[in-house]
């Protein structure tokens, strides 16, 4: 087992920020926010194939208390944006939010008077992934992206901010 | 299918002749102009008829059709499960007199396609048990698929949440 190597003498020593960080980026659990075709990529992603699990994203839990990153997987509507920032309101911090897909990022295909231009004209994101729809492993790699920034912040300040660590 | 259409068209002149303004046909299939206050009568009859009744409410949606008199167009298409004949019916409607007696008396199936013919061209029916919108908000100001609405919307017009 991994952790036995550093347990020579029985404790390990680290930071609490970087224990905190490898504990949250190692449990991601999603609040699948799927709303059209790339809700079925999302749920891909999730099948024995491309196992979103093995990446500590173990269930889908559709409760915002419960779930850290929101993946917005879909074209979002200006009448579903009130709704969708609800839910984003209602996720405890630490929260975390992947665009998923060409519609979620900048509107996608969609340049009319009913569709969004960007869940980030309403929500802060983290993570944009592209594709139309992205591939389950595209994702998967978004995640691994937000697995790595979350490595960088600072969680012990614990007032929601977040500065990023120096790179080294 | 012709005959048939043809036999239901005869009929439809029979009974409701000065509400039938129009017959005009292309490539077989039949479209019946038809008098505004006589739509929910008229298709009653074609539902009820005993040997093609039209009991399917294939669909009813609007037209902006841009002209100074009688700028939209409510089109109803009814098909005949059991024959297999499809006939449209249109009814024209002035700007200033936008109201339009509903079918869904008749053809309980109209009730959706009603609301959104009012959300996008403002096409109001009178007799609709829900008339309100379908697709936009409810506080929405403008008609969507009218020809003098842009087509990337107004901005400002839907608000967004705050960042």
């Known amino acids: 087992m991994g952790l036995e190597s550093l347990l020579k003498e029985g404790f390990f020593t680290s930071r609490v920020d970087a224990l ?20 079925i990529e999302l749920m891909s992603a999730g099948d024995p194939r491309h196992d979103i699990a093995r990446f500590g994203s173990e269930v889908m839990r559709f409760s915002p208390r419960q779930s850290d990153v929101m993946i917005v997987a879909g074209t979002v509507t200006y009448k579903m944006a009130k709704v969708v920032r609800k839910i984003y309101d209602q996720m405890s911090e630490p929260r975390w939010v992947i665009a998923m897909g060409a519609c979620a990022s900048s509107g996608g295909m969609f340049r009319s008077y009913s569709v969004v231009q960007g869940v980030d004209l309403f929500l802060p994101v983290d993570i944009f992934v592209s594709g139309c729809p992205p591939r389950p492993d595209n994702l998967l790699h978004g995640l691994m992206e937000l697995q790595k920034k979350i490595e960088r912040e600072h969680s012990v300040i614990g007032d929601g901010s977040k500065l990023s660590l120096p790179l080294n | ?85 499809r006939i449209c019916l249109k009814v024209r409607v002035d700007e200033a007199e936008l109201r339009v ?3 869904t008396g008749v053809f309980p199936g109209a009730n959706w396609h009603e609301r959104e013919t009012y959300d996008m061209y403002g096409i109001v029916f009178d007799g609709h048990p829900d008339m309100r919108r379908v697709y936009m908000p409810e506080d929405y100001e403008h008609f969507p698929m009218r020809k003098d609405f842009p087509l990337l919307g107004i901005p400002g017009s839907i608000k967004l949440p705050r960042q």
């Open chain 2, 1 to 85: 299918m012709d005959e048939m259409l043809e036999k239901v068209v005869v009929k439809l002149r029979e009974d409701f002749a000065d509400a039938i303004l129009d017959v005009s046909e292309f490539r077989g299939d039949i479209t019946v102009l038809v008098r505004r206050d006589k739509i929910a009568e008229i298709t009653k009859f074609l539902r009820d008829l005993p040997d093609c009744p039209f009991n399917l409410i294939e669909d009813v949606c609007g037209v902006d059709r841009l002209e100074r008199k009688e700028r939209f167009e409510v089109v109803y298409h009814l098909f005949s499960l059991e024959k297999k004949v």
């Open chain 1, 20 to 39: 905190l960080n490898w504990c949250q980026r190692n449990s991601l659990w999603p609040m699948p926010m799927g709303l059209s075709c790339c809700a």
């Open chain 2, 101 to 103: 007696p509903t079918v």
